[in-house]
């Protein structure tokens, strides 16, 4: 088995994070300073050691890499595992990676899920019908999905929705006014009952504050 020297150490300037290796005075490879902390000038490393280094180092590059994506915004476990995937890691460190990060709170998808629908319900109410499948979409389970969506009222979100519109049906016939603001509501992916309880109500508050 072979064996080489370390001769240098030396911060990248690039990257701090980052510390280039010399071996033999040679560059050999680069590490994150994580994984070289225990490394000094005048060390001994074998091909099983320099191996070793190199896989821990990709555990941590992956790591580092999942924390980035998710300190924008919050993201879903699917939406990690995909990014990490597009950038071509190793299948078992990217799942150790998900795994590790899940189990510090990092990556949550029932609190995702329960932030995406107190979003929704705020700033772009809509179905809980279209709730569930944007959640789906992001890989949460049906589950999860089911549990934060409970609290939300159909009927409430169709007349927050479709009342904010009401100006634009002004003069129209009844038949006219149910007709656009149901087909509004469908593509909301309200359900039948709830859009007509909906209109009805509109219907009714429109023609009272034009008499």
């Known amino acids: 088995m072979d064996e080489y020297k370390i001769t240098r150490l030396a ?6 994070k980052r510390v280039n290796v010399y071996l033999d005075g040679n560059f050999a490879f680069g590490l994150y300073r994580d994984t070289a902390a225990w490394l000094e000038v005048g060390q001994i490393l074998s091909d099983e050691k320099i191996k070793e280094l ?6 941590n590059e992956v790591y580092q890499k999942a924390l980035d994506f998710i300190s924008f915004k919050p993201r879903t476990v699917q939406e990690t595992r995909g990014k990490l995937q ?4 190793d299948e078992n460190i990217i799942e150790k990676t998900l795994s590790d990060l899940t189990e510090n709170g990092l990556l949550d998808d029932k609190n995702y899920a329960i932030l995406w629908v107190e979003e929704r319900n705020r700033l772009k109410p809509r179905s809980k019908r279209m709730i569930s499948y ?10 999860l999905i089911q549990s934060a969506v409970e609290e939300t009222d159909d009927l409430e979100a169709a007349l927050e929705i479709a009342g904010k519109r009401l ?7 009844k038949f006219e006014f149910r007709s656009k603001l149901g087909n509004y509501l469908a ?13 009805q109500k509109l219907w009714h508050q429109i023609s009272s504050s034009t008499k």
């Open 167 to 173: 100006f634009r049906y002004e003069g129209l016939s």
């Open 86 to 89: 597009k950038a071509g890691y």
């Open 187 to 199: 593509g909301k992916g309200f359900s039948y009952d709830v859009i007509s309880e909906t209109t």
């Open 11 to 16: 911060v990248q300037k690039k990257n701090p």
């Open 54 to 59: 190199l896989e821990t180092d990709q555990k």
């Open 134 to 143: 944007e959640l789906r979409q992001k890989g949460i389970s049906d589950e």
